[in-house]
Nanobody, 127 residues
């Protein structure tokens, strides 16, 4: 089982940027399709972006397209989420997720498709 630890969250103003990191241990990330999810208070955990095992394919939900970028460095066993032009509606706990069964990245996955999760990092965007 891969273990995931997110970092990089914080309190920022609208229009600012943040970069989240997800460091993995226990297994090499080469075998995992990776995703970032977010969960706002009182809401479900929703997909933000996914990236294929090699990093050659990425997918985003419409609300973050053009603002967020998912990337990975398999040599460092780390996945990133660069978030630009942040909006108050981006406020949520952001979670990193991994699953070795998923062959492709896509914007159709739900939280139940991923089996390994980090503890989450809070992102708060003030207006």
């Amino acid at each position: 089982q891969v273990r995931l630890v997110e970092s990089g969250g914080g309190l920022v103003q609208a229009g600012d940027s943040l970069r989240l990191s997800c460091a993995a241990s226990g297994r090499t990330l080469n075998y995992y399709t990776m995703g970032w999810f977010r969960q706002a208070p009182g809401k479900e955990r929703d997909l933000v972006a996914t990236i294929s095992r090699s990093g050659s394919s990425t997918h985003y939900v419409d609300s973050v397209k053009g603002r967020f970028t998912i990337s990975r460095d398999n040599a460092k066993n780390t996945v990133y989420l660069q978030m630009n032009s942040l909006k108050p509606e981006d406020t949520a706990v952001y979670y990193c997720a991994a699953d070795s069964r998923l062959l492709y990245s896509g914007n159709y996955y739900s939280s139940t498709d991923f089996t390994s999760w980090g503890q989450g990092t809070q992102v708060t965007v003030s207006s």
